[in-house]
């Protein structure tokens, strides 16, 4: 159905083949971990450093994902659990970099009336996540950690804009997502339980790219890299401006969006800890079934580009 939908907007011209010209297409969500996309979208950095964009705004992960994996962008955001499933459904694709992630950014909320002291009584529990994201991904590296069996909870797989309302009406237990989702439950009478922390993975937020697109177009690769990078710099100098400005596109209040990024971290890197966990969470897909083949991280990196962007930006 998502891929019928995209191809009936390519056909209306709503969107494009942006591989058919220098245009590069860029698929990003408006939400908290995208951050650095949605402030060099709306500051203009992009067009400041002489980029050629059409920007594509999601609000789903499968949405951004699937833009990416029909060609109609070149460039998409997405964490870290979708995009290994993506990496090994498409050869074509390549890691540019990580622009933000945190490791306490995914969350367990219990419904009012229930707290739980451990992690042994999420046991029998019905809990809403989605399917198919970081935070699914985290859930199952924590359920492993900790020796609880997936089959001994309830999963019910649900869209995080649903799980507030859900949990505040009891038609679940618990929640696992990722912020704003868990403190806008809590602001609605839920519990905190735990974060996803301690499991030696900080959840990168990760810039997936057109293999062919990049190396045809270098300059425009790394010129879109700086705009990131400036975004990125513009968030941890200006936090509260840039939660406001976060705020404002996601139709979040703002001091609950400026809560929520505290809870991430905004870098442009691919470092030795970014492969490390992305190495992390593909292992334990693979063990789970949720992946053919584990895709090296490595292999499948371009860090070339972010390495000029940053020469460039010495300068």
Not at 92 to 106: M, V, Y
Not at 128 to 149: D, N
């Amino acid at each position: 159905m998502k891929r019928l939908l995209l191809t009936i907007l390519l056909s209306l011209g709503l969107l494009h083949n942006a591989q058919a010209a220098d245009e590069l297409g860029f698929a990003y969500q408006d939400r908290i971990a995208d951050a650095a996309s949605i402030i060099a979208v709306d500051q203009g950095y992009f067009t400041e450093f002489g980029v050629a964009l059409q920007p594509f705004r999601f609000s789903s992960g499968s949405a951004t994902a699937e833009a990416l994996y029909s060609g109609a962008a070149t460039i998409g955001t997405m964490g870290d659990t979708a995009a290994l499933i993506l990496l090994t459904r498409n050869p074509g694709l390549t890691i540019l970099a990580s622009h933000g992630g945190g490791e306490g950014r995914h969350r367990i909320v219990t419904r009012a009336g229930l707290q739980l002291h451990s992690p042994a009584e999420l046991a029998g529990l019905t809990l809403a996540v989605k399917k198919g994201t970081s935070t699914y991904g985290g859930l199952l590296s924590y359920l492993q950690a900790h020796q609880l069996a997936l089959s001994s909870l309830k999963l019910v797989d649900m869209r995080p804009i649903d799980m507030a309302p859900a949990l505040a009406a009891g038609s679940v237990d618990a929640i696992c997502a990722s912020e704003p989702t868990p403190s806008l439950a809590e602001q609605q009478g839920g519990n905190a339980f735990c974060d996803l922390s301690g499991l030696g993975n900080d959840y990168p937020i990760l810039l997936l790219a057109s293999s062919d697109y990049i190396s045809q177009h270098p300059q425009q690769t790394v010129r879109f890299l700086r705009a990131m990078a400036k975004a990125v710099d513009f968030i941890n100098n200006n936090p509260r401006q840039a939660a406001a400005i976060v705020a404002r596109k996601t139709g979040l209040n703002e001091q609950l969006t400026e809560q929520a990024m505290q809870r991430h971290v905004y870098a442009l890197k691919l470092d030795a800890n970014t492969l490390a966990s992305l190495k992390k969470t593909g292992q334990m897909l693979l063990n789970a079934g949720k992946i053919p083949a584990l895709p090296d991280p490595v292999k499948r990196s371009t860090p070339e580009y972010l390495q000029t962007a940053r020469q460039q930006s010495a300068l």
